[in-house]
T-cell receptor, first 112, second 112 residues
Framework: DAGVTQSPTHLIKTRGQHVTLRCSPISGHKSVSWYQQVLGQGPQFIFQYYEKEERGRGNFPDRFSARQFPNYSSELNVNALLLGDSALYLC???????????FGQGTRLTVV | SQELEQSPQSLIVQEGKNLTINCTSSKTLYGLYWYKQKYGEGLIFLMMLQKGGEEKSHEKITAKLDEKKQQSSLHITASQPSHAGIYLCGADRGGSNYKLTFGKGTLLTVNP
């Protein structure tokens, strides 16, 4: 079975632009969470979606938004990019009642 | 201060040596997750501990949870170069694996 897949793997954007990152969870997993990992830090929680509904939001500005589709895949959108948004963006999927959270390989976003 | 403190921040060992990484929480733990990360890549799930006193092993890696101290330790026996990477502990604060709080990580280098 395929694990959590994220696309693209790398991305370079200019300040002020918009970016969309994509995540496909493990088959059967209905929950998707997004994390931001800045160099030298642990991942920070951004959003969690379950059954297409937002269930949790971390301490991130409104420039960050996300959605989940009927097939449980998810998109993370970031508007008006800042240099400080440069980071590895990680997606994790979990099964209902499961105790494990599995992560994808991440999308490396560089804002110049 | 960090909710999850990992120590040491970095560790260099000779191949074959044993080592221990600690993770201490300033808040109540419902579950404690250990992940391994290669630089710039996704997180690989190692183990999840839920109950005080619980101990789990996978190959040469053992993790324990001390609920009273709100602390977990990860022990690697007879380290190998393949063990090198960043070890991250993540805490489940609310009985859900959807939103994890992570420490900054411990960078492990294993010299052949």
């Amino acid at each position: 079975d395929a694990g959590v897949t994220q696309s693209p793997t790398h991305l370079i954007k200019t300040r002020g632009q918009h970016v969309t990152l994509r995540c496909s969870p493990i088959s059967g997993h209905k929950s998707v969470s997004w994390y931001q990992q800045v160099l030298g830090q642990g991942p920070q929680f951004i959003f969690q979606y379950y059954e297409k509904e937002e269930r949790g939001r971390g301490n991130f500005p409104d420039r960050f938004s996300a959605r989940q589709f009927p097939n449980y895949s998810s998109e993370l959108n970031v508007n008006a990019l800042l240099l400080g948004d440069s980071a590895l963006y990680l997606c994790a999927s979990s099964s209902e009642g499961g105790t494990e959270a599995f992560f994808g390989q991440g999308t490396r976003l560089t804002v110049v | 201060s960090q909710e999850l403190e990992q120590s040491p921040q970095s560790l260099i060992v000779q191949e074959g040596k044993n080592l221990t990484i600690n993770c201490t929480s300033s808040k109540t733990l419902y579950g404690l997750y250990w992940y391994k990360q290669k630089y710039g890549e996704g997180l690989i799930f190692l183990m999840m501990l839920q109950k005080g006193g619980e101990e789990k092993s996978h190959e040469k890696i053992t993790a324990k949870l001390d609920e009273k101290k709100q602390q977990s330790s990860l022990h690697i026996t007879a380290s190998q170069p393949s063990h090198a990477g960043i070890y991250l502990c993540g805490a489940d604060r609310g009985g859900s694996n959807y939103k994890l709080t992570f420490g900054k990580g411990t960078l492990l280098t294993v010299n052949p």
